[in-house]
């Protein structure tokens, strides 16, 4: 069997060698930026603990409850992408299916549960039609969810006003989905599960596989026989159930819902996902990296305020961020290929 | 004479203003490599797709072993046993070129979970016995870091792995260094020996009148000429193809 070494020609020492195999695995790149940036801010709040308290077991829990909210949505627009597509009305999703199940426990008084199905539902249900439409029209996606976002944000204060909405569910749901083990909150051990779900579908299953062919080359896909819209119409419906999850959790978590709460979670969620790696041409991304791409998002926020950066002043960093890692990205791409 | 494996009668198909097959009779026998000569334009491309399933015939019937059949995805062409190596590869550059062989087929083990070690194994087997194509060392390499011939090689390692019956090739040659063309060839020989029937679209009359045993000349969407190897020479075959 011809299988060729993972060492480079030249004589790199095992570190280096290593080093270049993490970089080769899909989101490697971005795992090195990880683990190099969290080495560099636990240095530092182990050095310094009074002034940088990056370590302090409530910066520690503020971080892991703030991820969950927006890596389930990269999760789900990350899988979309990859697929070839874009959803852009995650947010105003995340936000109408969150009060429809807080309206079934509130006013019809469904269990929490079955309102988390429902929401999870009615979730994938709208990201099934922005894809039929998409198909359907030949449209690009990026327009039609863009009419979905606008749409769906106009229906949630259509129906349910611009008042902020209670949802207290009962004692179990509240611990299996808004407690926490130890410091670990409930969502992020729920996130970690779906991306290891998501990932071995990715990688492992003929669904993955037809997902990357579709957004890699869609008519080439074609040709081989996959049916390129089935394949798309999954990516959308996952999209928008991981936004309807991800405001079930959001809701369980602060016991609330404010209509305007999902507003930008949509770009925020493309940004993660180009942080980690993702192709906005679709074909090419990694679980891996859609994690660690929200992950780092909130990392940098998180230390920004810790050094008492202006609150206002975060978004300057953060698109600084973005811009940064895309062109980390496209130049680790290249010289990958050289 | 013997019933053909594969057939089709008036078929036409149109795309807005320009009529690509016009009532075309075609026939395939078992064993049998044909040369689909014509100039740009005749409808050749249109009717291996058609063959192939991804595109829909607007009138005209298919025939497979003499029963009447539908072809209306890529899917029902793969039960007849129909493979193709189209003239634009089809292949996805983002991925691999294990993952490129075996798109849309993927060997999966118990619980259909994919079956990545003899999917990597299979590759490297067929890459090199198959298709002698220098510089593929790596499955895992990206099809869009291949050259032209290289790419060309996968698309035909894919069709290749999968024959069965029939093998449709529309210009495969067209980026294949002079040895990697011999070795097509010489391989499409050796299938005829297994009864495996080809098409060979090409524009290299020299290279067709080398493997194939019968020539369709198209134009216009029509068949023209139709004439058994025995029969014919290559100016013959020049002069239907330049002048009609």
């Known amino acids: 069997m011809s299988r060729v070494s993972a060492l480079p020609k030249r004589g790199f020492n095992l570190p280096m060698g290593e080093f270049r195999r993490l970089q080769r695995i899909p989101g490697g790149n971005i795992l090195i930026a990880f683990i190099a940036i969290q080495i560099v801010c636990v240095a530092a709040g182990l050095a310094f603990p009074a002034q940088f308290r990056y370590l302090a077991s409530a910066n520690v829990s503020v971080m892991l409850q703030a991820i969950p909210t927006l890596g389930f949505i990269s999760l789900g627009v990350g899988v979309l992408m990859i697929a070839g597509e874009f959803d852009l009305s995650v947010g105003s999703v995340y936000t109408f299916t969150a009060i429809v199940a807080a309206t079934l426990l509130n006013d019809f008084s469904v269990s929490a549960w079955i309102g988390a199905l429902v929401a999870v539902a009615v979730g994938a249900a709208i990201g099934l039609l922005n894809g039929l439409i998409t198909l359907g029209f030949a449209l690009p996606s990026f327009i039609v969810t863009l009419g979905a976002m606008l749409f769906w944000r106009g229906m949630i204060l259509l129906l349910h006003g611009a008042l902020s909405i209670g949802f207290q569910p009962d004692a179990t749901f509240q611990s299996v989905f808004g407690g926490s083990v130890g410091l670990l909150p409930m969502s992020f051990v729920w996130l970690a599960l779906l991306c290891v779900v998501f990932h071995v579908v990715l990688q492992h299953r003929r669904l993955g596989n037809h997902m990357f062919a579709v957004g890699g080359n869609r008519d080439a896909a074609y040709a081989i026989g996959i049916r390129p819209a089935q394949v798309k119409l999954i990516a959308f419906a996952i999209a928008g159930g991981m936004a309807a999850l991800s405001g079930v959790f959001s809701a369980t978590r602060v016991n609330s819902i404010t209509p305007v709460g999902g507003a930008g979670l949509e770009l925020q969620a493309i940004a993660a996902c180009v942080i980690g790696g993702l192709s906005l041409t679709g074909g090419r991304g990694s679980i891996l990296g859609i994690f660690l791409g929200a992950a780092l998002t909130y990392t940098i926020q998180d230390v920004l305020l810790l050094m008492r950066a202006p609150g206002f002043y975060l978004d300057i960093f953060v698109g600084a961020l973005i811009v940064g890692a895309a062109i980390l990205n496209q130049v680790a791409w290249r010289s990958s290929r050289s | ?244």
């Open chain 2, 1 to 244: 004479m013997t019933t053909p494996i594969y057939e089709v009668r008036g078929v036409s198909k149109r795309f807005g203003a320009v009529q690509a097959l016009d009532g075309l009779d075609f026939h395939l026998c078992a064993g049998e490599v044909i040369g689909l000569l014509g100039d740009n334009g005749a409808g050749k491309t249109t009717l291996i797709k058609m063959m192939s399933g991804i595109v829909r015939p607007d009138d005209g019937s298919v025939f497979v072993d003499g029963v009447p059949v539908v072809v209306n995805s890529r899917r029902d062409s793969q039960q007849i046993g129909i493979e193709t190596i189209y003239q634009d590869t089809a292949l996805v550059g983002s991925m691999s070129i294990v993952r490129n062989i075996f798109m849309g087929r993927e060997l999966t083990g118990r619980w259909g979970f994919l079956d990545h070690r003899k999917m990597r194994d299979t590759a490297v087997d067929v890459l090199r016995t198959t298709v002698h194509i220098s510089g593929i060392d790596n499955p895992d390499k990206e099809v869009g870091d291949l050259s032209g011939g290289q790419k060309q090689a996968v698309a035909i390692a894919r069709a290749v792995y999968f024959k069965r019956r029939i093998l449709l090739l529309d210009e495969p040659t067209s980026a294949l260094s002079v040895r990697e063309t011999e070795n097509l060839l010489a391989y499409i020989k050796r299938l005829r020996d297994e009864q495996v029937s080809s098409v060979l679209v090409t524009h290299n009359l020299y290279h067709a009148y080398q493997v194939c045993d019968r020539f369709v000349v198209m134009s216009h969407g029509r068949k023209v000429f139709d004439v058994s190897k025995a029969d014919t020479t290559i100016d013959e075959l020049t002069r239907h193809v330049v002048l009609t």
